[in-house]
DNA sequence: CCAAATATCTTGCTATGCAATACATAATAT
DNA sequence: ATATTATGTATTGCATAGCAAGATATTTGG
């Protein structure tokens, strides 16, 4: 099978193109139902719901969306375990999600109707 | 509304990001319902589906994808009217376009579950 | 005290979307 | 004839995100 194999070598390349923004919004997702959380539980969360995320791509997300506006974070020095960064959901990240969710649906339809064969 | 602006601002950035990789999966599916068809046509079918790709999108793409070896292309002389670049699916195309669905929808399966709040 | 686990951050590379621009040919109007 | 518009394809340069690899720091267990 060596069609099979440069198809799936494709695939590979493409697989991390279609996660752009994508994450973004699994992020915000993530945030909005949950008050709070830090970095590796945002990552043991997106496994469990079967998106696995690494380091070098969660943390530089989780920086450029606090930067922008969209989360809000703070650290927590417990007693007793790690320093960890909290972030939450800010009022801006709220209708950035809302708008995400939107083109996302918007996107979806657009999909669907193309694969029906759309003229 | 200045929040909102800001918002606004954040989403237009994240939505050409988000569109990498969602336009091979939509091209590659327009072509698998359809035998053959050229670069206006396509552009103008994808915006009929409400997906608006601008040529400087669009070329790239379908020149990469048959260099790839996703798509065939052959130009067309015709008699009366201008040549056309004709592309079609190529059977690793569809072997990559049927991986690109089964990602796309488990990704869009994922994202469900985080929304639904899993733990 | 050393190793493993927990937790975050940075660098360098690769790849795509897109505005702008360019180029060529066919049809239409003047 | 010739200028203009419409049709059609291609390229350049910039901005940006994903990700492998590696760095750093603290806590806990042997």
Redesign the pocket.
């Known amino acids: 099978m060596d069609e099979m194999d440069a198809a799936m070598a494709l695939v590979e390349?493409?697989?991390?193109?279609s996660?752009?923004?994508?994450?973004?919004l699994c992020a915000l997702s993530l945030l909005a139902s949950r008050e709070e959380s830090?970095?590796?539980?945002i990552m043991e969360t997106l496994s469990r719901a079967g998106l696995e995320?690494?380091?070098?791509?969660l943390?530089?997300?989780?920086?450029?969306m606090t930067r922008e506006g969209s989360l809000a974070s703070s650290w927590s020095?417990p007693e007793?375990?790690?320093?960890?960064?909290?972030y939450r959901l800010s009022p801006t990240g709220q209708l950035v999600l809302a708008a995400m969710r939107e083109e996302f649906e918007r996107n979806a339809a657009a999909l669907r109707r193309i694969e029906g064969g759309t003229r």
Chains 1, 2 share one sequence.
């Open positions: 390349k493409w697989r991390s193109q996660r752009k923004g994508f994450l973004d830090y970095g590796l539980d995320v690494s380091e070098g791509t943390y530089p997300l989780l920086a450029r020095t007793t375990g790690h320093p960890r960064k909290y």
